[in-house]
């Protein structure tokens, strides 16, 4: 498996509160992505980082907001949870056209 | 624009059976990647196989192999003698020099024992 690492797993939380989703990488890779995919679904992008200072948002519109300060870490904050934003993400790093995930975080807001 | 499409949400094949994934993309590029990831329950999203454009030979590993046909855009994912450990949700991928992976709905693919 690769070396990207996603925490918590699981995570349940009350609405309007404030949580940090957290990715970190340990190869190296420049380019780093975050998507939204609900259960069986597909997966939507919502930001990506192609280096250190670099962020965009993705396809999917998000009220989540990310930083890229070291090239290992890339984490996502909800400034405040909302039932709507229940779903899994996956945090996924890419080089040499290749992607490697991390196991996601399944966020439920209640 | 890039699109990758899986018209087959659900498939289930019968153990040691060979069962086959569809995948069609569009794109105006020329150069690009083409993969299939597998994502088991609760699991690690994982790379299946990957084909780069530029080589008109299909990939293979192990008991997955795929079609691909440039011309008709299509990337289509075999699996041979299934297992049960084939369940899983799979993918079908598409990035291209800009850099930004494009994915297709996905197939839940079952494995009866």
């Known amino acids: 498996e690769a070396d990207i690492y996603q925490t918590p797993r699981y995570l349940v939380i009350g609405t309007g509160k404030k949580i940090t989703l957290e990715c970190s990488q340990t190869?190296?890779?420049?380019?780093m992505y975050w998507y939204q995919q609900d259960p069986g679904m597909e997966l939507h992008l919502i930001h990506y980082?192609?280096?250190?200072?670099?962020?965009e948002k993705g396809d999917l519109s998000s009220e989540s907001t990310v930083s890229r300060i070291r090239t290992e870490h890339f984490p996502l904050t909800l400034e405040s949870a909302r039932p709507s934003h229940t779903s899994q993400y996956l945090c996924?790093?890419?080089?040499?056209?290749?992607?490697?995930f991390g196991q996601g975080t399944r966020l439920t807001v209640v | 624009a890039q699109t990758v499409t899986q018209s087959q949400p659900e498939m289930s094949v019968q153990e040691a059976e060979t069962v086959t994934l569809s995948c069609t993309y569009d794109t105006s590029e020329n150069n690009y990647y083409l993969f299939w990831y597998k994502q088991p329950p609760s699991r690690q999203m994982i790379l299946v196989i990957r084909?780069?454009?530029?080589?008109?030979q299909n990939a293979t590993e192990n008991r997955f192999s795929v079609n691909f046909q440039k011309a008709a855009k299509s990337f289509s994912l075999k699996i041979s003698d299934s297992q049960l450990g084939d369940t899983a949700m799979y993918f079908c991928?598409?990035?291209?020099?800009?850099?930004?992976?494009?994915f297709g709905t996905g197939t839940s693919l079952t494995v009866i024992p």
């Open positions: 980082s192609y280096g250190v200072n670099s962020t």
């Open positions: 991928a598409f990035i291209h020099t800009g850099n930004q992976f494009y």
């Open positions: 084909q780069e454009a530029y080589k008109q």
């Open positions: 190869m190296g890779h420049d380019k």
């Open positions: 996924a790093s890419q080089f040499g056209g290749e992607a490697f």
